[in-house]
């Protein structure tokens, strides 16, 4: 099981990102996966995860109305759509896994991280 985050970089408060995770080696259909972000000094906090098959998502407060997770189930993929970012959104940013119908908000139960990819928010 391997996973891979890509679609990082620098922008500027207020502009937009679309974060992609690409997997390999296994189907994301009958799983959870979930974004994770770090900023430095500061533990890994849950930002949203998606149910593969059926579409349900959660998202953290700080993120509500200006993130949106999907799934590309044809490519194997799930993206973030992250809009109107901030400078608190400054973080190195992962994908995970979980079984399907996991808690979004158990980090425990998530693995195969793969390496992760940052974003800047920064004027």
């Known amino acids: 099981v391997q996973l891979q985050a890509s679609g990082g970089g620098l922008v500027q408060p207020g502009g937009s990102l679309r974060l992609s995770c690409a997997a390999s080696?296994?189907?994301?259909?009958?799983?959870?996966i979930g974004w994770f972000r770090q900023a430095p000094g500061k533990e890994r906090e849950g930002v949203s995860c998606?149910?593969?098959?059926?579409?349900?998502?959660y998202y953290v407060d700080s993120v509500k109305g200006r993130f949106t997770i999907s799934r590309d189930n044809d490519k194997n993929m799930v993206h973030l759509q992250m809009s109107s970012l901030e400078p608190d959104d400054t973080a190195v940013y992962y994908c995970a896994v979980a079984p399907y119908g996991s808690d979004c908000r158990v980090k425990s139960l998530f693995g195969s991280w793969g390496q992760g990819t940052q974003v800047t928010v920064s004027s």
């Open positions: 998606i149910s593969v098959h059926d579409g349900t998502t």
């Open positions: 080696r296994f189907t994301l259909d009958y799983s959870t």
